[in-house]
């Protein structure tokens, strides 16, 4: 059997997301996200993996959940805690 030339990579896949699906509907609370300060940086890139629980913390930790963006944000965390535990979100798309 020839050995192959060609390194061994460990390839690694994952369930993901896409964040525009999270928040279809729920733009207030996109707003209040995107204007936190999340433990994440995202922008040019063609997928940003983070954990429902970084959006949720971010979501919960601003001082922009009043009136309507409260319930939005409401709603966002709950469909986000409703995610299986080994799933991610695409900030990208």
Same mark, same amino acid.
């Given at each position: 059997?020839?050995?192959?030339?060609?390194?061994?990579?460990?390839?690694?896949?994952?369930?993901?997301?896409?964040?525009?699906?999270?928040?279809?509907?729920?733009?207030?609370?996109?707003?209040?996200?995107?204007?936190? @300060?999340?433990?994440?940086?995202?922008?040019?890139?063609?997928?940003?993996?983070?954990?429902?629980?970084?959006?949720?913390?971010?979501?919960?930790?601003?001082?922009?959940?009043?009136?309507?963006?409260?319930?939005?944000?409401?709603?966002?965390?709950?469909?986000?805690?409703?995610?299986?535990? @080994?799933?991610?979100? @695409?900030?990208?798309?």
């Amino acid at each position: 059997m020839a050995k192959s030339s060609k390194p061994y990579l460990p390839i690694q896949t994952c369930q993901y997301i896409e964040a525009s699906y999270i928040f279809k509907g729920f733009g207030l609370a996109w707003n209040v996200f995107f204007n936190s @300060d999340p433990r994440c940086s995202w922008g040019d890139n063609n997928r940003t993996m983070v954990t429902p629980d970084v959006i949720i913390d971010a979501m919960e930790e601003s001082a922009e959940n009043v009136g309507k963006e409260q319930k939005q944000v409401e709603k966002v965390v709950k469909i986000l805690r409703s995610l299986p535990q @080994d799933m991610y979100v @695409d900030l990208e798309n």
